[in-house]
C-alpha cells in the first residue's frame, strides 16, 4: 500500500486506493489498522457515493444516525450534510455554523467514546473552509506535570443540548428545534479528561470545550485548565490543516484527536458541501446499548 505521512506524529494518506470498487477484508483489516496507529486517513480522488459511504461507515463500526434530521440522507441516512448549499426554495440544505468555529471532539454526548467521523468533499470554496487537526497523546505528553495532575482525576459533564441550543438560538434557520422526546434520547454524559485509548494504549485528554459541570472543582476552574491545555495542544507546529479538494474524504478518531472548522472566506459566492458520518468503533469499554432506539428516533422523515 503506497501511504504518505500528513505530520509526523500523526496522519497517513493512502494512495492508490478506489473507495468505490469492493474492498476486500484484508485489505480493510490493514485500512483499520492504519486508522488506529496515525488517528487520521486521508484518501483523494475518491468518487463516493452515499450509498458507498454508508457501506464504508458500516464496516468501521456503528454509525450514529445525526441528531439535526433535516440533513440526514433520505436513501442513507448514516450520511448527512454540512456546508452552506441551498435547496431550490432557498433553504439550507446543510447543517452550517455560521457562530463561528472552534476546537472540538466530535460525540462527547455519548457514553461511548471510541468514533470515527468521516468528511467527504463534493464541493469546496475557492478560500477557506480548511479543517484543522491535532493530536491529543501529542497534548498529554506536551502538558506541564503540574496540569496533567489537575487533570488526572478529572471528570467533564457533557450535555448535546448545552452546545447545540444556543446554536439554534442564534441561528433560528440553522436546524429544527428538537422535539421533547428528541430531547430527552440525548441525556449529558460524564467523561474523565485522561483516558487511555483502548486500541493504541496511548494516554489522551479527552477534552470538549463547553462541558456543564465538573465532578471536583468550579467549571471556571476546569475550564481554564482545559484551556491551557488546549493552548499547547494546538501550537501551529502541531496542527495539520486540510485543505480540501473534491473528492477528499478524511476519517479521523475522535479519541485521538481535536478538530475545527475554519470560516469560508465567501459565503455568498463559494459553495461548500461535505458528507459526513459519524461511526462508533470497537472495543470499548462503554456499551451503546440503546444505541438502535436513538438512531431511529432520528431518522429522516
Ligand atoms: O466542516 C468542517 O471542517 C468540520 C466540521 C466538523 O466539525 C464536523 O464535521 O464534526
Ligand atoms: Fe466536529
Keep these: 500500500m503506497n501511504t504518505q505521512a500528513l505530520m509526523p506524529n500523526f496522519g497517513l494518506e493512502l494512495l492508490d486506493i478506489d473507495l468505490s470498487n469492493p474492498i476486500d477484508d484484508a485489505c480493510f483489516d490493514k485500512i483499520l489498522d492504519l486508522y488506529f496507529e496515525y ?7 475518491q468518487d463516493m457515493s452515499p450509498g458507498c459511504q454508508a457501506a464504508l461507515a458500516h464496516r468501521f463500526g456503528r454509525p450514529k444516525i445525526e441528531t439535526r434530521k433535516q440533513f440526514n440522507l433520505k436513501e442513507n441516512p448514516e450520511v448527512s450534510t454540512i456546508g452552506n448549499a441551498k435547496d431550490t426554495d432557498g433553504k439550507d440544505a446543510a ?3 455560521r457562530g463561528g468555529f472552534g476546537w472540538h471532539t466530535d460525540g462527547t454526548s455519548a457514553c461511548h467514546v471510541d468514533a470515527a467521523t468521516f468528511l467527504y468533499a463534493v464541493e469546496v470554496p475557492k478560500k477557506g473552509g ?12 506536551n502538558i506541564p506535570q503540574s496540569l496533567r495532575d489537575q487533570l488526572s482525576d478529572l471528570k467533564m459533564l457533557c450535555s448535546f443540548h448545552a452546545h447545540n441550543d444556543p446554536l439554534l438560538e442564534t441561528d433560528r434557520d440553522s436546524h429544527i428545534p428538537l422535539t ?11 467523561h474523565d479528561i485522561v483516558q487511555v485509548h483502548p486500541v493504541t494504549e496511548q494516554t489522551v485528554l479527552y477534552m470538549n470545550f463547553d462541558p456543564i459541570e465538573f465532578n471536583s472543582v468550579s467549571l471556571n476552574a476546569g475550564e481554564k485548565w482545559l484551556q491551557e491545555a488546549l493552548a499547547i495542544a494546538t501550537e501551529d507546529k502541531y496542527v495539520y490543516r486540510h485543505r480540501w479538494i473534491p473528492g477528499d474524504l478524511l476519517i479521523w478518531d475522535n479519541h485521538a484527536m481535536l478538530h475545527s472548522g475554519t470560516p469560508t472566506a465567501c459565503y455568498e459566492r463559494d459553495k461548500r458541501l461535505m458528507h459526513r458520518s459519524f461511526v462508533y468503533t470497537q472495543p470499548t469499554e462503554r456499551t451503546l446499548e440503546n444505541l438502535e432506539e436513538v438512531n431511529e428516533i432520528f431518522l429522516p422523515v
Design 39 to 45: 488517528s487520521v486517513l486521508l484518501f483523494r480522488g
Design 180 to 190: 421533547e422526546k428528541e430531547r430527552l434520547a440525548l441525556p449529558p454524559v460524564w
Design 130 to 141: 480548511d479543517t484543522l487537526l491535532c493530536s491529543t497523546s501529542t497534548a498529554y505528553k
Design 95 to 97: 447543517f452550517f455554523v
